[in-house]
């Protein structure tokens, strides 16, 4: 079973505060995304990576930026994060048969 | 980019009946599609998937159909039951890079 962790499931931070989302996996998968979730805009692809240290701009990169260091963990950072990041953000890996499998979520609000 | 839409974006049917859910996508060269289905509060999860060389599977209650000349697929659920009730989304990538794009979501109720 392909296991995708993330570092919370609620989050509550202030306008202007720098923020870390993590995801983990247990498998040696490449290729990992970060999605944000809003109601009647489906899932919208921020950025992706295909190796470490390697990314890939998605769809809405705009007030993001990622961090992949190691294989198994996908950093998505809000430098100064702003009310209209409020959202719910996925996490999700590339299986090998191009299958995505998705963590948790985190429900992150700006307040 | 891939540009996937999404029809219709709520559905409601009768226990027992049959529902049908519409997708487009725009780039030829997107080559897997997956449906996923989310229940309030949990995370999608794969219900049925198809590839450009296929153009129909099924599995129990579930089937997708592919046109690759319209760049259309679409979702049959037949003999729903409320245990169906969910938002459901298509989506589709490329072969490279595995980078996915999803539809707007389908709220599909069934009423028993």
């Known amino acids: 079973d392909v296991k995708v962790t993330q570092s919370s499931r609620y989050l509550v931070k202030r306008t202007g505060e720098k923020v870390f989302l993590e995801c983990v996996q247990d498998m040696d998968h490449e290729n990992m995304f970060w999605y944000r979730q809003d109601p009647g805009l489906g899932l919208r692809l921020i950025y992706f990576?295909?190796?470490?240290?390697?990314?890939e701009k998605g769809d809405i990169p705009e007030g993001y930026s990622v961090s992949r260091e190691k294989k198994e963990r996908f950093s998505l950072i809000l430098e100064s994060a702003s009310t209209n990041q409020t959202s719910m953000y996925l996490c999700?890996?590339?299986?090998?048969?191009?299958?995505?499998?998705f963590g948790p979520g985190t429900r992150l609000t700006v307040l | 980019g891939e540009n996937v839409e999404q029809h219709p974006s709520t559905l409601s049917v009768q226990e027992g009946d049959s529902a049908v859910i519409k997708c487009t996508y725009s780039?030829?060269?997107?080559?897997?599609f997956p449906w996923y289905k989310q229940e309030l509060g949990k995370r999608p999860q794969l219900i049925i998937d198809?590839?450009?060389?296929?153009g129909e599977k099924k599995d129990q209650r579930i089937a997708v159909t592919l046109n690759k000349t319209a760049k259309h697929f679409s979702l049959h659920i037949t003999e729903t039951q409320p245990e169906d009730s969910a938002v459901y989304f298509c989506?589709?990538?490329?072969?490279?890079?595995?980078?996915?794009?999803f539809g707007a979501g389908t709220r599909l109720t069934v009423k028993p």
């Open positions: 999700a890996i590339r299986g090998t048969t191009d299958t995505q499998y």
């Open positions: 198809i590839r450009s060389n296929v």
């Open positions: 780039d030829s060269a997107s080559n897997y």
């Open positions: 989506a589709a990538s490329t072969p490279l890079l595995g980078d996915m794009r």
């Open positions: 990576s295909y190796d470490v240290k390697m990314k």
